[in-house]
């Protein structure tokens, strides 16, 4: 109002006060209304106005501002009690904590791995009638009704050597609701994720990273592995040392996320619109738990082709990546790169009743694929579980962006 009235009478607004000179007066009175004259600092989400942006220019001028406000933390610290500063990913200390520099991160502190997330001993206590009724609507026992949640729900680790825990957010509504959702997706799509993701595909089935790695990159250059981690999309699976550094492995949580990840990698990258993403998963599903190996290959070409052409696939790391989120869309078992004692296997993919064994040639002909798979005799290992087992040679061409001359044969 008085800067409306300032310019109605043709004088100067006043200058706008800096954010952080507000925050540190707002401090000072809080703590002068405190019986201990000390005050508590929550910030939630401090990483909000920097993830739309990671990886362009403008994000530096927001690092920027972000940087002066947090550094009056550091000036209030006589006032502090406690301070807890929270994000879904964390930037290096320089580049936006570089003055509030006595911060201890608990990102994987084995003090604080059970702090977020339900253990399993806590939902078998807490939840008992709940667990009880999911059970009833499933046609189970609490011991099935749990083993499901596990599937879903459970799997993400916050230290190398931490338990297992269940998302709580998915947990508490799959029990009230009693039916299994991907809620946790439903809070929120990863848009500023998928989209590093077309720009640098990786592969999603091997993911390996040192320790260090977790705090080294900055917003212009976001390291797209940490941020899945930090954000819940991929979790620690197993750890070990080489030499002095300690290696991640890195996979899926549970089944909530890597379905729903996939989906919306897949209709991201193939720029589909709902209905259209729909009609993929349909036909395609059919397609692969019916046997019909030629329908499924020629979604997949439905698929590729859909991919913009200013989303590079420059070599068989990218187009593997895009080839097992569609196949995870279908709740397939897909493993890539499987080791037998003869060789390894590009990738298989299982559902009830058949066995794919996919051999790829990137820059090549797919003819001697099903061949190659015979000689190596590739396919043994899954003849003794009763399925159909089917050998898939496909191609790939780095010009036309998409599977070239498919093989199908029997094993």
């Not at 809080?30 to 000390?38: I, L, Y």
Request: net charge negative; glycine share 6%; with cysteine.
């Amino acid at each position: 109002m008085m800067k409306r009235m300032a310019a109605d009478l043709g004088e100067p607004p006043p200058e706008a006060i800096p954010p952080e000179d507000v925050f540190l007066d707002l401090c000072r009175a809080a703590a002068s209304k405190s019986p201990t004259g000390r005050i508590a600092i929550l910030v939630d989400e401090y990483d909000k106005p920097l993830l739309g942006l990671l990886g362009r220019p403008e994000v530096s001028g927001v690092r920027d501002v972000l940087k002066a406000f947090y550094s009056v933390i550091k000036t209030t610290e006589p006032l502090q009690r406690f301070v807890l500063v929270t994000g879904v990913s964390k930037f290096s200390k320089v580049s936006i904590f570089s003055d509030l520099n006595n911060l201890t991160d608990l990102t994987m502190d084995a003090r604080s791995a059970k702090l977020l997330g339900y253990t399993h001993e806590e939902v078998l206590a807490n939840f008992p009638e709940h667990l009880d009724a999911l059970a009833a609507e499933l046609g189970t026992d609490r011991a099935g009704a749990f083993a499901k949640l596990v599937h879903w729900y459970d799997g993400y680790h916050f230290h190398k050597s931490g338990p297992a825990m269940f998302n709580p957010v998915s947990v508490g509504k799959c029990l009230d609701a009693r039916e299994f959702k991907n809620y946790w997706f439903e809070t929120g799509t990863p848009t500023f994720l998928m989209q590093l993701l077309k720009r640098e595909p990786i592969d999603l089935e091997h993911l390996e990273m040192p320790e260090d790695a977790f705090s080294v990159y900055e917003p212009e250059a976001p390291a797209i592995l940490p941020l899945l981690v930090q954000t819940g999309y991929l979790t620690v699976k197993d750890s070990h040392r080489e030499g002095d550094i300690t290696v991640y492995s890195l996979g899926y949580p549970n089944k909530e996320v890597a379905t729903s990840f996939s989906y919306h990698l897949a209709a991201s990258t193939a720029a589909w619109n709902g209905m259209d993403m729909e009609a993929f998963v349909g036909n395609m599903s059919r397609a692969l738990r019916s046997g019909d190996a030629a329908g499924m290959v020629e979604r997949l070409k439905t698929y590729f082709a859909a991919i913009p052409y200013d989303i590079a696939i420059a070599n068989e790391k990218y187009y593997q990546s895009f080839f097992y989120a569609a196949f995870l869309l279908m709740g397939a078992r897909t493993d890539a790169e499987v080791r037998t004692n003869n060789g390894r296997i590009d990738a298989v993919v299982r559902v009830p009743g058949y066995t794919y064994v996919f051999e790829f040639k990137i820059r090549g002909t797919s003819a001697k694929a099903p061949e190659q798979i015979k000689e190596k005799r590739y396919y043994e290992r899954y003849l003794g579980a009763g399925d159909k087992v089917i050998l898939v040679g496909a191609g790939f061409s780095l010009k036309t962006r998409n599977i070239t001359r498919p093989k199908i044969e029997s094993a």
